[in-house]
């Protein structure tokens, strides 16, 4: 419990370094992290996605998406919003709704989740470019459970 | 026996079937919400499945959620504890179409013992004596004094539509009774628009005394003896204990008798509990039935040494009950307090927050039921149950010596519990004396005579 | 019964006597060391003393400061716990000038059979089998060729000097002894510079069982049936257990009958405890007696009911046993697993330190009997126990598994302690079956077979 | 619980160091860090002990005598060796052995202390001027309790 996961440390790190991160929190149980990095002129925010050009549009995130570890590294997940099995595709023949490069949009669907017999396809919600899928076919997930990494537009 | 279930709960009632199921060696799978995912209980399921966020309307009484993790998990049953689906005949159905056993009775007799009007019928059915009074509203005077003088004064006059105490009136006497009829009438008009009114003795001073009924699916039904329930307030019970200190031998064995016909013409299976008001005279009158394991069962487990819980699953399995009425044997004196986190200086107002502090008490006799933890933090989501203390000792004279022990033992830190309040009732003489009714802690603590 | 007693000891036991004492309303004086000043269990008592420093020769073991603290504090009575002071016949002696009553045995009968040589004197006039042997030193091999014929092979050969396994001997038949005893006597006298030794039969994989007594002052002496304790390490008594898996039931009666008759003719008083050998055959010898209350004796408070360290009180206050020899009852199966802060991996090291970490076990028939609490720190000034984990289930197949899952759920952070040892002996086939000899442990887990 | 991890800390450092973190906290359990670096605006350290001044002398205390708190202030005690009661003269009709104000030599008797019917004179084993008598006549004492408080010469 008090030993330090110095792996997960590095880890952090290197995601903050990488993505140029200059702040991160981290919360879980009992486990709390804050990392700050750069140099003196902390306080001043900058912003969290890409640097400003001349694009306008910010994608907007579902209020229900909140911010995960992932998603300040400018990563958006969708999660379960029921208990089930996870499909990837609506039949064993059939290739998969979505696999990493593809757009989603917020009405495509990305998967099926299996409850009470009943097939719920289940809608992206946000619109990006799925990232990585976080689940395998027949799994069993939970409420919440994050299903897909998407990088917004 | 079953390979694996469900627990559809949380807390201590979720703890304690965890521990039930790994004596049987049955695999469990714990659901919680995003409030509980922290919870320490959680490690030692087999598996756990978050099913929605804090509130219980999105998570504990999901019924459909809850199915769909036993069916991702590939469940033989599904355990309700208390409170959330528990007494909820919708789910018992939902739990067989999908054909997952449901550990408690099937909806049927649930139905039938659940819904107070029926039960009712049913008691009389089974000759289990109800609350005296008329079956319908009284339309007139002279009918409702000839019922008083049937049944008795004090008589009590309730609103049909009433709650509350609102439109309510006590009568003494034939006199007496002819204004209330009146007043009651009008307040009741006034209240809820509805002048009708119906007419119940008034049961004074009653004692809660509850039997514990277990029942196979093969035809057997045994009682397991009386918990007496008396320390309540506003029908929360705060101490239970066994046997009841004010039951005399003849009543005791009568009213046990009666829970076990009226179960059995109920065709009622699994644990359940039958509640009674018993008078200053010994009579007894049928309330109410529990058609589920209830908060405290401990008490009778502690003196007859049955575990109601693994009985619970046995049952559910289809086992057939090996003990017969002439094993269940009582030994000693049981009580229990629950410790809630509750203000009860201010009117009982829950405290949730942090546990920072927690010393439980142990030793000869004493079961600590709780499913808290140093580093806890108590919801304000749930119910402000947080443990159950519970001392058996070979007489009641012991335990509460034991009991006022482990008070002084136990710290809850720092939020503010039920500890100080039980260290208080527990020293009155009239607890002592095991002369508490239901109006009690009432009288005692929140209206205390000037 | 007392006013007020002062307890002379630390830790769980001297919890365990303040929980005794709340229940017969006694009050209670807790001397400790400077290094226990803050210990959580102190605070339960109603004056704690602090005499002296943290070595047990400066604190715990100081009889004159002990007796001061009692003067002081106007005790009636002194609980000597288990272990430092508890079997001092001059202890007992003092108490007695002081005119403070000690809560054991009297010195004489203390001594009696606190002495092995006397003890086994003892036992023979009582009619109670001890290992059979010479009574004086082999001079002759013939002498020994003769015994070892009379008694049986296997024998053992001792050196009067030995200890450690130095100059001990086991011959399986007459060439084997011959050789045996030259060999043996070089080895003693190379080690001890005295070639003295002597025979006694060896007990093959014995088990260790031990009977527990109760005697009043009025000549009333009752056993509490036996504990079973093969599960040890160099005579440490690790896991415990009643009733004993391997004795059958004329064994059992005739050992219990055994000890009663050997503490009748010790005309001792109080709690005390005859340990025997019982050999694959059924065979049983008696070894030694512990005149004080054991560690384990929450396993046999636990099947009978009755609480042992209330019987001792009751009984130094001139109380007559209550109980006749048909009233102890045994109900169900008890096994207590000693928690010490010990690495078993490291050859049971101990890992004194802090304990940030402590989640006890609940729920029904478990009991916990511990004065640590999150914050306490172990102190390497004194023993490596640091509680006992009881489990009192109807069978012992229900006990192991549910001692198992409450050894799961018991955790204790970050020092390391015996919970893993424990784990790893319950799940083991010959523990299960009942099948452990005293050898048990150091084959296992210390020199396992290659 | 109280030992601290230093090679923990050295990593926790040396990773700060190496990827430019000014701020890291880590908490989990027990367990909490906060670790910052560099930047010009972290308090300059004050001085913890009064600036040197001309007093010399330091007063001694013997090795015996832990320091308690009043002994900060600059005086000693004189702490019962035994568990027993405490007598402040040596019978009820004289006077006090040490009062307030009285100066006492390592072998002056302070009081006496019965134990087990042994009445045992204690000596000051100190010396310097009784400032506080923290126990009343017959009262109980046990091992280790500040008997007498005492300020040195």
Same mark, same amino acid.
Request: hydrophobic residues 40%.
């Given at each position: 419990?008090?030993?330090?996961?110095?792996?997960?440390?590095?880890?952090?790190?290197?995601?903050?370094?990488?993505?140029?991160?200059?702040?991160?929190?981290?919360?879980?149980?009992?486990?709390?992290?804050?990392?700050?990095?750069?140099?003196?002129?902390?306080?001043?925010?900058?912003?969290?996605?890409?640097?400003?050009?001349?694009?306008?549009?910010?994608?907007?995130?579902?209020?229900?998406?909140?911010?995960?570890?992932?998603?300040? @590294?400018?990563?958006?997940?969708?999660?379960?919003?029921?208990?089930?099995?996870?499909?990837?595709?609506?039949?064993?023949?059939?290739?998969?709704?979505?696999?990493?490069?593809?757009?989603?949009? @917020?009405?495509?669907?990305?998967?099926?989740?299996?409850?009470?017999?009943?097939?719920?396809?289940?809608?992206?919600?946000?619109?990006?470019?799925?990232?990585?899928?976080?689940?395998?076919?027949?799994? @069993?997930?939970?409420?919440?459970?994050?299903?897909?990494?998407?990088?917004?537009? | *026996?079953?390979?694996?279930? &469900?627990?559809?709960?949380?807390?201590?009632?979720?703890?304690?079937?965890?521990?039930?199921?790994?004596?049987?060696?049955?695999?469990?799978?714990?659901?919680? #919400?995003?409030?509980?995912?922290?919870?320490?209980? &959680?490690?030692?399921?087999?598996?756990?499945?978050?099913?929605?966020?804090? #509130?219980? #309307?999105?998570?504990?009484?999901?019924?459909?959620?809850? $199915?769909?993790?036993?069916?991702?998990?590939?469940?033989?049953?599904?355990?309700?504890?208390?409170?959330?689906?528990?007494?909820?005949?919708?789910? !018992?159905?939902?739990?067989?179409?999908?054909?997952?056993?449901?550990?408690?009775?099937?909806?049927?007799?649930?139905?039938?013992?659940?819904?107070?009007?029926?039960?009712?019928?049913?008691?009389?059915?089974?000759?289990?004596?109800?609350?005296?009074?008329?079956?319908?509203?009284?339309?007139?005077?002279?009918?409702?004094?000839?019922?008083?003088?049937?049944?008795?004064?004090?008589?009590?006059?309730?609103?049909?539509?009433?709650?509350?105490?609102?439109? *309510?009136?006590?009568?003494?006497?034939?006199?007496?009774?002819?204004?209330? &009829?009146?007043?009651?009438?009008?307040?009741?008009?006034?209240?809820?628009?509805?002048?009708?009114?119906?007419?119940?003795? *008034?049961?004074?001073?009653?004692?809660?005394?509850?039997?514990?009924?277990?029942?196979?699916?093969?035809?057997?039904?045994?009682?397991?003896?009386?918990?007496?329930?008396?320390?309540?307030?506003?029908?929360?019970?705060? $101490?239970?204990?066994?046997? #009841?200190?004010?039951?005399?031998?003849?009543?005791?064995?009568?009213?046990?008798?009666? !829970?076990?016909?009226?179960?059995?013409?109920?065709?009622?299976?699994?644990?359940?509990?039958?509640?009674?008001?018993?008078?200053?005279?010994?009579?007894?009158?049928? $309330?109410?039935?529990?058609?589920?394991?209830?908060?405290?069962?401990?008490?009778?487990?502690?003196?007859?040494?049955?575990?109601?819980?693994?009985?619970?699953?046995?049952?559910?399995?289809?086992?057939?009950?090996?003990?017969?009425?002439?094993?269940? $044997?009582?030994?000693?004196?049981?009580?229990?307090?629950?410790?809630?986190?509750?203000?009860?200086?201010?009117?009982?107002?829950?405290?949730?927050?942090?546990?920072?502090?927690?010393?439980?008490?142990?030793?000869?006799?004493?079961?600590?039921?709780?499913?808290?933890?140093?580093?806890?933090?108590?919801?304000?989501?749930?119910?402000?149950?947080?443990?159950?203390?519970?001392?058996?000792?070979?007489?009641?004279?012991?335990?509460?010596?034991?009991?006022?022990?482990?008070?002084?033992?136990?710290?809850?830190?720092?939020?503010?519990?039920?500890?100080?309040?039980?260290?208080?009732?527990?020293?009155?003489?009239?607890?002592?004396?095991?002369?508490?009714?239901?109006?009690?802690?009432?009288?005692?603590?929140?209206?205390?005579?000037?």
């Amino acid at each position: 419990m008090s030993e330090i996961d110095f792996n997960a440390m590095e880890r952090l790190v290197g995601l903050m370094k990488e993505n140029d991160l200059n702040e991160l929190d981290y919360k879980c149980g009992d486990l709390e992290i804050t990392l700050k990095r750069g140099g003196s002129t902390v306080m001043a925010p900058l912003p969290m996605m890409a640097p400003p050009t001349a694009q306008v549009a910010v994608p907007t995130v579902p209020t229900t998406h909140q911010p995960a570890i992932d998603e300040l @590294a400018g990563m958006l997940t969708i999660k379960s919003p029921m208990v089930g099995t996870y499909y990837s595709s609506s039949s064993p023949d059939t290739p998969p709704f979505v696999k990493p490069g593809d757009r989603v949009s @917020a009405e495509s669907t990305v998967c099926i989740i299996e409850a009470m017999k009943v097939f719920n396809e289940i809608k992206a919600e946000i619109q990006g470019t799925i990232e990585r899928v976080l689940v395998s076919n027949t799994q @069993a997930v939970e409420y919440g459970q994050p299903l897909f990494l998407v990088r917004p537009d | *026996m079953f390979a694996r279930i &469900l627990i559809a709960n949380r807390g201590e009632i979720a703890l304690r079937i965890l521990r039930a199921c790994r004596e049987l060696g049955v695999q469990t799978v714990c659901v919680f #919400s995003e409030e509980d995912r922290h919870a320490r209980y &959680l490690t030692l399921a087999d598996h756990s499945v978050c099913i929605g966020p804090a #509130s219980p #309307s999105q998570s504990y009484l999901r019924g459909d959620r809850i $199915i769909a993790a036993a069916e991702v998990y590939n469940v033989d049953a599904i355990h309700p504890g208390y409170g959330f689906l528990a007494e909820n005949p919708q789910f !018992a159905e939902q739990c067989r179409d999908s054909k997952i056993q449901f550990i408690g009775p099937d909806a049927e007799s649930m139905r039938l013992l659940g819904n107070k009007a029926e039960a009712k019928k049913l008691a009389k059915k089974a000759g289990v004596p109800t609350v005296p009074g008329s079956e319908d509203v009284i339309e007139d005077d002279e009918e409702a004094v000839t019922l008083a003088r049937k049944i008795g004064y004090p008589v009590i006059i309730k609103a049909v539509a009433g709650g509350g105490g609102r439109g *309510m009136r006590v009568a003494h006497n034939e006199a007496n009774l002819r204004s209330a &009829l009146y007043q009651a009438r009008m307040e009741a008009e006034a209240a809820f628009k509805d002048a009708a009114i119906y007419l119940e003795k *008034m049961i004074e001073r009653p004692r809660h005394v509850e039997v514990q009924i277990m029942a196979d699916s093969k035809g057997n039904t045994l009682h397991l003896y009386e918990r007496d329930c008396s320390v309540q307030r506003r029908f929360q019970k705060l $101490i239970e204990e066994s046997p #009841s200190p004010a039951l005399d031998e003849r009543t005791r064995t009568e009213l046990c008798k009666a !829970a076990v016909r009226l179960c059995k013409t109920a065709n009622y299976v699994n644990a359940g509990t039958v509640e009674f008001l018993v008078d200053q005279a010994h009579n007894y009158y049928f $309330i109410e039935a529990n058609t589920r394991i209830q908060v405290e069962h401990p008490v009778t487990e502690m003196i007859t040494g049955h575990d109601l819980v693994q009985w619970q699953l046995r049952i559910a399995a289809g086992e057939e009950l090996t003990l017969k009425q002439r094993d269940i $044997i009582v030994n000693g004196a049981a009580i229990e307090c629950r410790i809630n986190a509750e203000d009860h200086a201010e009117g009982f107002r829950p405290c949730p927050g942090p546990v920072d502090v927690l010393y439980p008490p142990g030793g000869m006799g004493i079961r600590w039921d709780s499913y808290i933890v140093p580093g806890s933090r108590i919801s304000p989501a749930y119910d402000s149950m947080i443990g159950k203390l519970i001392v058996h000792r070979p007489t009641r004279e012991q335990a509460i010596r034991t009991l006022q022990w482990c008070l002084n033992e136990l710290e809850i830190k720092p939020i503010k519990t039920t500890i100080p309040f039980h260290r208080a009732i527990l020293s009155l003489p009239e607890f002592i004396d095991g002369q508490v009714d239901t109006g009690f802690v009432e009288r005692s603590f929140i209206n205390p005579p000037k």
